[in-house]
């Protein structure tokens, strides 16, 4: 069966710092894979998604960047952070477009 | 383009009523759809999906929901609500005229009451 596994599960970091937020899916190839956030416990914000290796979409302008390495792995940036940064942050999969999509356990982020 | 409304921010209901948590929906071709939940400090879960054949789905935990294309609704629903379906529950919808990206409501918090 499939897995997803993202890490860490929480973070605090200082304005300023870098932020490294990883996932990887196991039991599938080829899969397409999301970065989204989620603020104060509602809404869900897709920032990047990739539908193969080193081929990365970004649906929102920000200081953050993904990047996918391996098939299954797909990594979260950023250089500098800044306080509104801070929220919930899912890593997800699907086989493809359309279908269910598959969500980690997520990772908080405190920029303090 | 594609659009998902949830009309309730909160839906409140007493245990062992039956509860429904609204969906509509909007896209150009046939939709996708989907109800997942989320209990506090956690991912999304899956419940189920419509794709096409029987407009009643069921899905896990019990909860079931009805496609209605031409109200273009897909309300989430179980006869008997327990305590632990307390949670944010998300419709999504997506379709082959979208590309098939997946767009996500606001979500909608159901407290069940004991």
């Known amino acids: 069966s499939q897995t997803i596994h993202q890490w860490p599960a929480t973070l605090v970091q200082p304005v300023g710092s870098p932020l490294s937020l990883e996932c990887t899916v196991e039991g599938t190839s080829n899969p397409n894979l999301y970065w989204y956030r989620q603020a104060a416990g509602r809404g869900l914000q897709l920032l990047f998604y990739?539908?193969?290796?080193?081929?990365i979409s970004s649906e929102v302008p920000q200081n953050l960047s993904a990047s996918r390495p391996q098939d299954r792995q797909f990594i979260l940036s950023s250089k500098k952070l800044l306080l509104s940064d801070s929220g919930f942050y899912l890593c997800?999969?699907?086989?493809?477009?359309?279908?269910?999509?598959?969500f980690g356990e997520g990772s908080w982020l405190t920029v303090v | 383009a594609q659009s998902v409304a949830q009309p309730e921010d909160q839906v409140n209901v007493a245990e062992g009523n039956p509860l429904t948590v609204k969906c509509t929906y909007s896209?150009?071709?046939?939709?996708?759809l989907f109800w997942y939940v989320q209990y506090p400090n956690r991912g999304l879960q899956f419940l189920l999906k419509?794709?096409?054949?029987?407009?009643l789905v069921k899905g896990s935990y019990g909860f079931e929901a009805e496609f209605n294309k031409s109200q273009t609704s897909f309300h989430l629903k179980k006869p008997s609500a327990l305590v632990s379906d307390s949670a944010l529950y998300f419709c999504a919808v997506s379709a082959n005229t979208g590309g098939f990206k997946t767009i996500f409501g606001a979500g909608t918090r159901l407290f069940v009451k004991a």
């Open positions: 896209v150009s071709g046939n939709p996708y």
């Open positions: 419509y794709i096409t054949g029987d407009n």
């Open positions: 997800a999969w699907s086989p493809g477009q359309g279908n269910t999509i598959y």
């Open positions: 990739s539908v193969g290796i080193g081929q």
